[in-house]
């Protein structure tokens, strides 16, 4: 029984790091093609071209347009959102299997029954998405900055009310899979139905509605800013005597998750 369960943590962190690198690489890639059109060559002659861009990779060379709005309806349109939901599904399964079904999810000699700590921790991934849905829909999320902060702020006060529920390792890696949940119904939730509706609108001949895609591509780049204090969380259990088991775990959170967030704009911005 041992071994069977050995080797389904292998598996499924396996999946979980292939389809993550898969789904993290394209985010970085389209954000940083992004910032790295040019503005087409004959603006006059294409005037739904918003810009070009120019790749060469592995022998070939590759121009690529981004268009205003869809005025050609493609054979084949590729929609990138299977890394997302595979890359959560892989992480999902494996915290059930480590946490849900393993020692760590509670602090040894815990009064908390295990069934509670496990509603808890499915609980915290559901509230994580409920509380980043709310502030981007109040005044909080007019700006970068202030729904940031207060994304910020709430993961804080999740970590702060996990650790003293759950134990300090499960508490780390409840916000990276919190963040992780977002980020995955940011692609199912908004972006993809986004793309659809502007399709759909192309399609219909509609008037079209900017605004889809700006809060798709605002999802994009909230995506990106996580995908790094997303990461260090997750490794973060491996060492345990400077991260959760340090002496100031909350303030290394507090710390960790503006400089991560911030690391990922230097690189979406400059690489």
């Not at 109040?138 to 529920?165: E, K, Q």
Request: hydrophobic content about 50%; glycine content about 8%; proline content about 6%.
């Amino acid at each position: 029984m041992s071994d069977l369960h050995e080797w389904l943590s292998l598996l499924l962190r396996w999946t979980h790091a292939i389809t993550g690198i898969m789904w993290i690489g394209q985010t970085y890639l389209f954000n940083w093609m992004e910032k790295a059109f040019d503005p087409p060559r004959d603006a006059a002659a294409k005037p739904n071209i918003a810009g070009e861009l120019w790749m060469v990779h592995g022998g070939g060379f590759y121009l690529v347009e981004k268009q205003k709005w869809p005025e050609v309806m493609p054979r084949v349109l590729h929609w990138f959102k299977w890394e997302a939901m595979l890359t959560w599904l892989s992480g999902f399964f494996l915290l059930a299997l480590t946490y849900w079904a393993g020692a760590p999810l509670l602090d040894y000699g815990a009064d908390l029954p295990r069934w509670k700590a496990v509603l808890i921790s499915a609980g915290a991934l559901v509230g994580a998405v409920g509380a980043y849905r709310t502030i981007w829909r109040t005044p909080l999320g007019r700006t970068d900055a202030s729904g940031g902060i207060a994304w910020c702020l709430f993961l804080l006060a999740a970590g702060w009310a996990l650790m003293r529920v759950l134990s300090d390792r499960a508490a780390y890696l409840h916000v990276g899979a919190m963040m992780g949940t977002v980020m995955m119904t940011n692609v199912w939730m908004t972006i993809i139905p986004n793309q659809k509706k502007i399709m759909a609108l192309a399609e219909a001949k509609g008037p079209p509605r900017p605004e889809l895609a700006l809060e798709a591509k605002r999802c994009s780049k909230h995506n990106t800013l996580m995908s790094m204090p997303l990461l260090f969380l997750m490794l973060s259990t491996h060492y345990p005597a400077i991260t959760f088991g340090g002496p100031h775990p909350l303030l290394l959170l507090a710390v960790l998750l503006p400089l991560g967030a911030y690391a990922a704009h230097l690189i979406r911005e400059h690489a």
